[in-house]
């Protein structure tokens, strides 16, 4: 039995440290390799002969989490169904929904008794005599049951000897609860009339007539918002691989005894031969053998011009049929096909990606043991100085208090909320907090041409007669001509002639209808062009050589020398003829997005180097990069080689961020250190990058890390600020002389000051 690589689906992790401690357990068993994922919540682990998946799980059972094999991919729905798409990932997406639905009812519940609790907590005017008895009904649920996901995480790190944020959450919510009980039951906290009044410091022993119920339920509150954020972005991690099975056919028409049976795709076996008409997915991976066709593979490949097929072409499942009948003969189906591999990809890309550590993690890694201690310091301390229960007690208390992460459960969240906002506002979507130190880092960008710096749709760009014709006849004859075929450049020359003929007939103010002459005796040389009757005049339209190979028509001197200049800027060249004569040339484009250019101009001022990468042709890339001023080029790049290019860029050290929007970006997107996906483009490279931008223009990319970047910036001020106001309160806490209630006074300073820095996100401005 050889080694194998298997991928686990591991539940209850809580924070990265978990993973860290998965990982860790897992790498302890002998041979075993093994990285965790926090954000995707899997294992991916390689087994050495004599290591059972079982073991595996056993372990990773044993360090107090759940695992798991991952149940088979979904199929594509069929057509129709509304059930399509609402299992992301199988079994396991009942778990995440309920995970996610239950952080939110208790975030509701909490947060509706947690105010009341706060306002007559800081209010005076509001403590009527017994309110706090009616304070205590309302937060004891929030500080029980609302923080039970933080209890019972802290009691699974205390079994296996860990302390994450969780313990320093749990212990200060249970802490500040249980000082409040003692107030209330043996204080002097309970009596009627009670109020309580904020001093910065006390005498030691002071205290015990105060309670802080706010505290408890306050800090809740603001983690369970932080966590029901987080579960809602986890849920997203795999939707990519499902957006990217779910872009197959769901049926396919085969051919048995010669009638066609629709079936599923799935039921496809290899050598069985199916029907594409014009406007279908082809089922699977084959080739033709019969029938010729123009395929648009932009999905998959990055070419903006359909792919002509004929027999003995092979075609891949998912491209689009836009041009006529084809009979294709399966040669992949299922887990072999194209694109059950890319999705592969991508899960392994996703899986592999380095989780950045959130800082309050990494800091908590040392702050709970630290603040811990001192607060069972501060116990001993005023124990062994003869002071009595009550000084030690409160000391020890105030201390914990203090360190409590109030505002550190806001730090994170609440920038993440304004920036997010902010960039909802202006069509960015930042998917989670993982991501932003690579906006910060990101040196290198490199973006796909397709739909990303152009526009992705065929234009006409050039009209050139020849000596003696007028330019609007010779459009005016091809867009008739093309009128009969579908294939994209036909369609761009067609509308094209149709705007021309309207805006001439609008200059003449005779209120016709623009419509072009009538073709007849339409016929089409798959490939290579189209010959059709139009007001009597035979018109060919097609690529020069067909003409003069075909119809023994030949260019004169000028326009052949204009179709050399138009394809190396980057054209797609065709002719018109008619009455035997070449009357001049058309140059159809892909259009470069008009901001594209200055987006470029702007990527490198915020110190980034562009890239481009795209499927098509080294003349088309080399045009479209001139004209946007990119340097680096690399053009016939496959879909899986866009991937090696972001890899062979990191091994250069560089830190790099991938732009695009098909699903051949996919994979690159998800192995860049920050994906970014237009929003015009695919499900699957939204869900694989780690930004979206929901403008189609680049000058968004530009936007998307200059407030990534300030919203991390942010988060690192307000983690500065919330350990800062509570380090400091400490040692006073310690020598007794802080009030708890001054503590969780001094915890809400520090939260309005996290607000209010992160409010500054509002302010972000757009360069567009």
């Known amino acids: 039995m050889s080694a194998q690589q298997v991928d ?41 002969d ?61 947060t509706v008794l947690t105010v009341p609790v706060v306002a007559m907590s800081m209010i005076p005017a509001l403590q009527f005599t017994n309110w706090q008895w009616l304070a205590l009904v309302l937060a004891a649920p929030v500080a029980v049951w609302g923080g039970w996901p933080f209890h019972r995480a802290a009691w699974i790190n205390l079994r296996h000897g860990a302390a994450t944020m969780d313990t320093l959450i749990s212990v200060g919510v249970l802490a500040a609860l249980g000082w409040s009980l003692y107030a209330l039951f043996l204080g002097q906290a309970g009596m009627p009339g009670m109020t309580m009044e904020f001093a910065l410091f006390t005498a030691p022993g002071g205290g015990a007539d105060e309670i802080y119920l706010e505290v408890a339920s306050a800090v809740t509150v603001f983690v369970l918002a932080g966590r029901y954020a987080e579960s809602r972005a986890k849920r997203s991690s795999t939707a990519a691989i499902t957006a990217l099975l779910e872009m197959g056919a769901s049926e396919a028409s085969v051919l048995r005894d010669g009638v066609e049976v629709r079936m599923p795709v799935a039921d496809l076996a290899v050598d069985d031969r199916f029907v594409v008409r014009p406007g279908e997915k082809v089922a699977t991976d084959g080739i033709v053998v019969e029938g010729g066709s123009a395929i648009d593979a932009s999905m998959l490949t990055g070419e903006s011009v359909p792919l002509e097929v004929g027999p003995g072409a092979s075609v891949v499942g998912a491209t689009i049929n836009v041009g006529g009948r084809l009979v294709v003969r399966a040669t992949r189906v299922g887990a072999d096909t194209e694109l059950a591999a890319m999705a592969r990809l991508v899960e392994q890309a996703q899986t592999g990606k380095a989780e950045v550590q959130r800082l309050a993690d990494r800091v908590s890694s040392i702050f709970v043991p630290i603040v811990i201690g001192l607060s069972l310091a501060a116990l001993v301390g ?29 730090a994170t969240p609440m920038a993440l909320l304004v920036g997010t906002a902010r960039g909802v506002q202006l069509g960015i979507l930042i998917k989670g907090p993982q991501i932003l130190e690579s906006t910060r880092r990101v040196d290198t960008i490199v973006l796909d041409k397709t739909g990303t710096v152009t526009s992705g749709r065929m234009s006409l760009a050039a009209v050139v007669p020849a000596d003696g014709e007028a330019g609007a006849e010779v459009l005016r004859f091809a867009g008739a001509a093309e009128a009969g075929s579908e294939h994209p450049i036909a369609a761009a020359v067609t509308a094209a002639a149709a705007a021309a003929e309207a805006q001439a007939l609008a200059g003449v103010g005779t209120g016709a209808a623009a419509t072009l002459p009538a ?80 987006a470029v101009a702007q990527m490198r001022a915020l110190g980034l180097t562009p890239m481009l990468v795209t499927g098509d042709n080294e003349r088309v890339a080399r045009a479209v990069a001139a004209e946007v001023g990119i340097d680096l080029v690399r053009a016939g790049v496959l879909p899986s080689e866009k991937a090696d290019v972001v890899r062979a860029l990191q091994a250069e050290g560089r830190i790099v961020a991938m732009v695009g929007d098909g699903v051949n970006d ?88 996290v607000v209010g820095n992160s409010l500054r996100l509002r302010r972000f401005r757009g360069i567009a």
């Open 519 to 598: 073709l007849e005796d339409f016929a089409s040389t798959q490939g290579l062009g189209v010959q059709a009757v139009v007001e009597g005049r035979l018109v060919l339209v097609g690529r020069p050589g067909w003409l003069a190979e075909q119809w023994a028509v030949e260019l004169p001197t000028e326009l052949a020398e204009r179709q050399a200049e138009l394809e190396a800027s980057g054209g797609t060249v065709v002719a018109v003829a008619w009455d035997g004569r070449a009357r001049g040339i058309l140059s159809v484009t892909d259009t470069v997005k008009p901001n594209s250019a200055a």
């Open 8 to 48: 686990l689906l591991v539940g209850g992790m809580t924070c990265a440290s978990c993973a860290a401690r998965i990982e860790k357990k897992l790498n302890r068993m002998p041979g075993v390799e093994a990285t965790v994922n926090y954000a995707t919540e899997k294992a991916s682990v390689r087994l050495p």
């Open 50 to 110: 004599g290591v059972t998946v079982e073991e595996a799980i056993a372990t990773v059972e044993a360090t107090g989490y759940t695992a798991e094999l991952p149940p088979p991919p979904p199929r594509p729905a069929p057509a129709g169904d509304e059930t399509r798409g609402a299992e992301p990932h199988g079994a396991d997406s009942g778990s995440e929904r309920g995970e996610a639905a239950s952080l939110r009812q208790r975030l509701i519940v909490s």
């Open 382 to 410: 005023w124990l062994l100085a003869g002071a009595g229960p009550e000084v030690a007690f409160t000391a020890a208390v105030a201390t914990l208090i203090v360190a409590c992460p109030c505002a550190l459960g806001l």
């Open 666 to 753: 996919a994979v690159a997107l998800a192995t860049a250190d920050l994906g970014i996906a237009m929003g015009t483009g695919t499900d699957v490279a939204i869900e694989a990058s780690d930004l979206t931008l929901v403008r189609s223009d680049l000058v968004a990319v530009v936007d998307a890390i200059r407030l990534s970047r300030g919203t991390l910036a942010t988060i690192k001020g307000n983690l500065f600020w919330a350990f800062a106001y509570n380090v400091a309160a400490i040692p006073v806490a310690m020598l007794g002389m802080l009030n708890p209630l001054v503590a969780g006074a001094a915890m809400a300073f520090s939260s309005v000051f």
